[in-house]
T-cell receptor, first 113, second 115 residues
Framework: AQSVTQLDSQVPVFEEAPVELRCNYS??????LFWYVQYPNQGLQLLLK??????LVESINGFEAEFNKSQTSFHLRKPSVHISDTAEYFC???????????FGTGTRLKVLA | KAGVTQTPRYLIKTRGQQVTLSCSPI?????VSWYQQTPGQGLQFLFE???????NKGNFPGRFSGRQFSNSRSEMNVSTLELGDSALYLC??????????????FGEGSWLTVV
């Protein structure tokens, strides 16, 4: 069975500072990895994904994540955050043929002025 | 292209009642899945449908059921509502192009409050 762990439930950071949101997964088979963002009173929006190939993936708004198979991690990073990045971020894993995602418990990113 | 549409967005029900939530996927998407989101349990997978067939089901009691229609629209039903069923119910759709890691796209959800 697969599982996802997001160790940090809340991460406060000052505007323009860098941030890393941690995600570790457990799986006995190959996985696909995703980061989603949820703004208040909204559904989840895809931020970026790793399916195969290059282990470093980027989003259009400056976030990046690196798949590390040996450490079973998929940490999300941004070199300089903005107030508008304040939201909850979810890491998720999926495997071929299961037709479902397993989500982490989420990390609330609070960007401070 | 329109996104995933869920109706109703907000509803309040009484314990013991039943509720039906509706989801219209993105045009061309044939897979629809449902998730329950609560502060305590996070996002939990309910079930997934493709071409009117349920392909996977999460660990929820039989009071939770769903179906998919020939136009890929989906409904989920919760019978004999309990206070603990209060949650945000999220629908997601994907194209499902095989085993290549299908990306799912979420609707804004239906907020259910059971009193």
């Amino acid at each position: 069975a697969q599982s996802v762990t997001q160790l940090d439930s809340q991460v406060p950071v000052f505007e323009e500072a860098p941030v890393e949101l941690r995600c570790n997964y457990s799986s006995s088979v190959s996985v696909y990895l995703f980061w989603y963002v949820q703004y208040p009173n909204q559904g989840l929006q895809l931020l970026l994904k790793y399916l195969s190939g290059s282990t470093l993936v980027e989003s259009i708004n400056g976030f990046e994540a690196e798949f590390n198979k040996s450490q079973t991690s998929f940490h999300l990073r941004k070199p300089s955050v903005h107030i508008s990045d304040t939201a909850e971020y979810f890491c998720a894993v999926s495997t071929s043929g299961t037709y479902k995602y397993i989500f982490g418990t989420g990390t609330r990113l609070k960007v401070l002025a | 292209k329109a996104g995933v549409t869920q109706t109703p967005r907000y509803l309040i029900k009484t314990r013991g009642q039943q509720v039906t939530l509706s989801c219209s996927p993105i045009s061309g998407h044939r897979s629809v899945s449902w998730y329950q989101q609560t502060p305590g349990q996070g996002l939990q997978f309910l079930f997934e449908y493709f071409s009117e067939t349920q392909r996977n089901k999460g660990n929820f009691p039989g009071r939770f059921s769903g179906r998919q229609f020939s136009n890929s629209r989906s409904e989920m039903n919760v019978s004999t509502l309990e206070l603990g069923d209060s949650a945000l119910y999220l629908c997601a759709s994907s194209q499902d192009r095989g085993s290549s890691g299908n990306t799912i796209y979420f609707g804004e959800g239906s907020w259910l409050t059971v009193v």
